[in-house]
């Protein structure tokens, strides 16, 4: 049972390694000559101030998309695109799967106590991690070259719901590292005196 299941996960992430290795090369080679990505007003301008139609209590606020014609290498590889599968997501997913990998070829469903996978475990928890902070610096970034690029009228929407969580799972992961790691200390030191 615990070797059909081990199979399992392995493909599953086998999959998942195969996906982001393509996607990243398809961000690196694909001739896209358009690149959309979702703005809203700046907060200091005309356009921010005035709602777009009010009913009652509720406004509508003006959005749109920023689309940059035949973007550089360097936009393609840092700005979000509208399907969220931008290059660090992929680079995430892609050490998430590998590692995933290598714990479903060394853990032992019946007994998980008795291989040690933290470092695998320490490895997905600090990509998430890392996720959202490289997220938080990107949007920075890129905030400051849609100001830039839109004479200081527009800038990106912010959406840290996803990095967010991802930030809390990589805790929660770490977490989970601690528990598996005291319990495999104590597993061998149970094997030790019996």
């Known amino acids: 049972m615990s070797k059909r299941l081990n199979t399992k996960y392995q493909l599953i992430s086998f999959l998942f390694i195969v996906l ?3 996607f990243i090369g398809y961000t690196l080679i694909s001739k896209n000559s358009i690149l959309e990505i979702n703005v809203k007003p700046a907060s200091n301008t005309r356009l921010s101030e005035q709602p777009l139609a009010t009913y009652g ?3 509508v606020l003006a959005e749109g998309k920023l689309v ?3 973007p550089s290498l360097a936009q393609k590889l840092m700005y979000p695109d509208n399907d969220d599968l931008d290059l660090l997501s992929n680079l995430v997913i892609l050490v998430v799967a590998i590692s995933i ?3 479903s070829n060394k853990i032992n469903v019946s007994d998980p106590f008795k291989n040690n996978i933290s470092k695998y475990l320490t490895v997905i928890g600090l990509a998430f991690i890392s996720y959202f ?7 920075y970034i890129i905030k400051g070259d849609i100001l830039s690029m839109t004479n200081d009228e527009f ?3 912010k959406n840290n719901s996803t990095a967010t969580l991802t930030m809390w799972m990589g805790i929660l992961i770490l977490c989970i590292r601690l528990i598996l790691r005291k319990g495999l200390l104590l597993q061998q030191e149970q094997d030790l005196t019996v």
């Open 133 to 139: 902070l490289l997220n938080k610096i990107r949007l």
């Open 68 to 70: 940059i014609k035949n």
């Open 57 to 59: 209590s509720n406004t």
């Open 155 to 157: 800038t990106i929407i």
């Open 20 to 22: 982001s290795v393509f």
């Open 101 to 103: 990998f290598m714990i």
